[in-house]
């Protein structure tokens, strides 16, 4: 199965703030990348899909890219409501796999 | 609007069979670009993929619960059903239903995911 790695596991940072997460693949899985977020108690929401594509109805503020092995998650200026976990997920494979998350903290 | 909700028990005892129904609402089983997953989350952990299922049928297990694990689905009654045989308590988890949306190019995601339902296993 195909690892995803993200770093960093968790995050603190204040509103305003320009935040970056990574998701590593253990081979290359195109642009077969998607990004989520989940609140405590809720079910996830995708952000990002296609490594890059953003999801209708969500902020500009989140922006995706990268291709191959290595992607990142931008979020160009924190919002309150931004504190959550994050997962990214590849579907190159059949047998999807999600990242092990980053916990996003207000500092 | 497309929804989907889960449905099953909340307590179930070890070696027992956990039978789980997803019933999705505004979109059709059959649609040739749509699937459903299965997902689990165990309390305070990640995301763990478990099962897909598509209109042709086409099916996928993860690697290392493949011999616990049936998914089937009824069209016609828009849900989807995952059996989980010889329940642990390591299986204890809120376990979600998604819609998969595939594009022509292969790519796919989940969106959007059901509200989870927690299982809990204990004698």
């Known amino acids: 199965d195909i690892q995803m790695t993200q770093s960093p596991s968790s995050l603190s940072a204040s509103v305003g703030d320009r935040v970056t997460i990574t998701c590593r693949a253990s081979q290359s899985i195109s642009s077969y990348l998607n990004w989520y977020q989940q609140k405590p108690g809720k079910a996830p929401k995708l952000l990002i899909y296609?490594?890059?594509s953003l999801q209708s109805g969500v902020p500009s503020r989140f922006s995706g890219s990268g291709s191959g092995t290595d992607f990142t998650l931008t979020i160009s200026s924190l919002q309150p409501e931004d504190f959550a976990t994050y997962y990214c997920q590849q579907s190159y494979s059949t047998r999807i796999t999600f990242g092990q998350g980053t916990r996003l903290e207000i500092k | 609007q497309v929804t989907l909700k889960e449905s099953g028990p909340v307590l179930v005892k070890p070696t027992e069979t956990l039978t789980l129904t997803c019933t999705v609402s505004?979109?059709?089983?059959?649609?040739?670009?749509?699937?459903v997953s299965w997902i689990r989350q165990p309390p305070g952990k990640a995301l763990e993929w478990l099962a897909h299922?598509?209109?042709?049928?086409?099916?996928s297990y993860s690697t290392s619960l493949k011999s616990r694990l049936t998914i089937s689905k009824d069209t016609s009654k828009s849900q989807v059903v995952l059996t989980m045989t010889n329940m642990d308590p390591v299986d204890t988890a809120t376990y979600y239903c998604a819609r998969i949306r595939r594009t022509v190019a292969g790519t796919w995601w989940f969106d959007p995911w059901g509200q989870g339902t927690l299982v809990t296993v204990s004698s």
């Open positions: 505004g979109f059709s089983l059959s649609n040739a670009r749509m699937g």
């Open positions: 299922i598509f209109s042709n049928d086409e099916k």
């Open positions: 296609a490594a890059s």
